[in-house]
């Protein structure tokens, strides 16, 4: 077969929840088990369990090997592709594309924590405070878009990250103190990867080199895009003026702000005053 849409009803507003139907529709067509998936795949069958009820995320290599499977000519990967854009404002799908071709990217942020770091409660608590008259699913539904960026990071060969975060963004309580604590936990063993580097600009620097956050994206052949956002709208350039004052930005920011072990300190620090 070539292609498996589901006949049962339209596209679900939970990306996941339509993954795990589009799985099913397809085992039932085939006649097959979890557990021959699972074995035809290299995952363990509850695993494919999971991805089937909706309950994670399948990875790139989940569903290339369930399109071998099933011989459906890339259907599951070109799904798995369409959920990840599930859920981001049309607006800000070329920086998710950008993202997953970067060989490095650099980051300052000086609001909140950068979305491929953040917790799903953080950046649910995130979600409702700027949707706070959506449904749940729809939440849901971009918490997930969110949280799948952090697959970049987890892939064999991941990007070098740069991330300089301005004090506040560790100080401004999101969600609730154990939501922070949790959060900053997390922030902190991710600085602790080798292709990962934090960094903390602290308050007390006094004004910053830039008052709005923006990414720089590095591809593999060394073309550098600049990535900057304002309200409902994102903008990606690369102009080499744009991007050479993006980059001698970012370098006085890099020279103002702590070390990265001194950052991880603080992070750590920061955390422990949200238990008290």
Not at 25 to 36: K, P, T, V
Request: hydrophobic share 40%; proline share 5%; glycine share 8%.
């Amino acid at each position: 077969m070539s292609e498996l849409p589901s006949d049962r009803g339209s596209e679900p507003a939970n990306g996941l929840e339509w993954f795990g139907r589009e799985l099913e529709a397809a085992l039932i067509h085939q006649g097959a088990s979890q557990r021959q998936l699972a074995d035809a795949t290299g995952y363990k069958e509850p695993y494919v369990s999971k991805v089937k009820n909706g309950k994670a995320m399948p990875s790139p290599a989940f569903a290339e090997g369930c399109d071998r499977f099933f011989n459906t000519s890339g259907y599951f990967a070109r799904l798995l592709i369409r959920i990840s854009e599930n859920g981001h404002p049309g607006w800000f799908v070329p920086y998710i594309n950008l993202e997953k071709q970067a060989s490095q990217i650099e980051d300052y942020s000086n609001g909140l924590i950068m979305g491929m770091l953040q917790t799903w409660e953080y950046a649910e608590a995130t979600f409702r405070a700027t949707f706070p008259y959506e449904a749940d699913d729809q939440i849901k539904t971009r918490v997930e878009a969110r949280l799948a960026r952090r697959e970049v990071l987890e892939r064999e060969a991941p990007p070098l990250l740069w991330v300089i975060l301005h004090e506040a963004t560790l100080r401004t309580v999101v969600g609730s103190r154990a939501v922070m604590a949790d959060q900053l936990r997390q922030l902190a063993a991710d600085a602790g990867k080798p292709h990962v580097t934090v960094q903390v600009l602290r308050s007390k620097t006094g004004a910053p080199a830039s008052g709005t956050p923006f990414t720089l994206l590095t591809p593999d052949d060394g073309a550098t895009v600049l990535y900057t956002e304002a309200m409902g709208q994102g903008h990606v350039t690369d102009s080499a003026q744009s991007v050479s004052h993006g980059r001698a930005t970012f370098e006085r920011l890099r020279a103002s702000a702590r070390d990265p072990e001194e950052s991880v300190a603080l992070i750590r620090e920061i955390a422990e005053e949200y238990h008290k």
